[in-house]
């Protein structure tokens, strides 16, 4: 891999910008999950026992630019990673005007970048004041790296000095061993609302994968293909020749369909859901998840697979009675002995709600590695 590595350079007494995926879930002001900010302990260990002068960034949530905002402060963050380092962490508000204050050994947490006007659209002058303030840029934060922003991208072509992390080497290095050789069976997993967005990645993956499972929206315009009756589930009328056509490509992945769903007439938190088999979903009702034989059928598939990809829920998870085959199907990509890769924000969302980055039986690479694999 011909990539300059943290580990590579001197790093004794100079400025590191370590760019940080520590956008953490919270819930009133309090972090529910610190995953990934234990995840970049070992990599500010490194930096600050390697005498580097250390500043962390990081985003939070979705903020309106240009203005600071309590809710998304990174002050939780700052004071979980003094805890973690066992040492004190200053979080510093105007740290794009004040510059980087110090001292060899040390680490401050610059605020929210996504506070700065221009962070998401790659501003070359915002690139460049980040750029002015460290002697090397240190890209860490895998799950944003596919992001061209700021402070992930657009710095990088102005600094001095530019090398990737321990963290993101460690992904690049999983993602490009699935690439070359994935062991098999391979399974995908490819959820969401509309066929549409990723009708190229599931042309791609049905001929490389040896079993397709789709979820969501993009499930209900398979069944439709199939002449089963959705009632009012959301799907695609446009797409079902393409669903069609996928199904049934003569050197394509299988690919299984729902036995049994979960329905209700609205999707909403207060909505009375019902288990129905998929031949009696009526004219009134909508698709909201799969069922439980139908998640113990694909939790079977799962379990046997070398490498699995992950790209999507099955259902809408966020409402507890449409959660079921999600955490199923999540908790089968744990268990399983297969490489696991999972990628989006609705995937890594589910992963942090039904805690299953606590579990090390797997090791989730968190960005959209589909693409790669399916050689988009």
Not at 136 to 150: G, Q
Not at 173 to 183: E, F, I, M, Y
Not at 298 to 323: C, D, H, M, R
């Amino acid at each position: 891999m011909s990539i300059i590595a943290m580990k590579d350079l001197n790093l004794k007494n100079q400025r590191l910008i370590i760019r940080q995926d520590l956008n953490v879930p919270m819930l009133r002001g309090k972090i529910t999950n610190d995953t990934r900010i234990r995840m970049a302990i070992p990599t500010l260990k490194y930096a600050i026992n390697a005498g580097a002068r250390v500043m962390v960034l990081s985003h939070l949530g979705r903020p309106e630019e240009g203005f600071f905002d309590e809710e998304h402060s990174l002050a939780p963050i700052a004071l979980r990673l003094a805890e973690l380092l066992a040492m004190d962490i200053p979080l510093v508000k105007d740290w794009l005007m004040g510059g980087v204050d110090v001292s060899a050994g040390k680490i401050i947490l610059g605020e929210n970048v996504r506070f700065n006007r221009g962070e998401k659209a790659n501003d070359p002058v915002l690139s460049e004041q980040i750029a002015r303030l460290c002697d090397i840029f240190v890209m860490d934060a895998f799950a944003t790296a596919h992001r061209a922003e700021a402070s992930t991208c657009g710095v990088i072509d102005y600094v001095a000095s530019a090398c990737a992390g321990p963290l993101l080497v460690q992904e690049l290095s999983a993602l490009n061993a699935v690439v070359d050789s994935p062991r098999r069976p391979v399974v995908a997993i490819v959820g969401g609302s509309k066929i549409s967005t990723k009708l190229p990645l599931l042309d791609s993956l049905s001929k490389k994968v040896d079993t397709l499972i789709v979820g969501g929206g993009i499930a209900n315009t398979f069944l439709a293909a199939q002449g089963i009756e959705i009632g009012r589930s959301l799907y695609e009328p446009d797409l079902i020749d393409e669903a069609d056509r996928l199904l049934h490509l003569s050197s394509g992945a299988h690919i299984p369909l729902p036995v049994d769903v979960v329905v209700a007439e609205s999707l909403s938190e207060d909505a009375e859901s019902t288990t129905k088999e998929i031949a009696y979903v009526d004219e009134e009702e909508k698709i909201l998840d799969i069922g439980p034989e139908t998640a113990a059928l694909y939790s079977t598939i799962i379990k046997k697979a070398g490498t699995i990809l992950w790209n999507g829920p099955v259902g809408a998870f966020e409402i507890s009675q449409f959660s079921h085959g999600t955490r199923v199907i999540g908790e089968a990509v744990a268990a399983s002995a297969g490489f696991s890769i999972a990628g989006g924000g609705d995937t890594i969302s589910a992963i942090d709600t039904f805690g299953l980055s606590e579990k090390n039986v797997i090791y989730f690479n968190r960005w959209r590695c589909f693409s790669e694999f399916s050689g988009r």
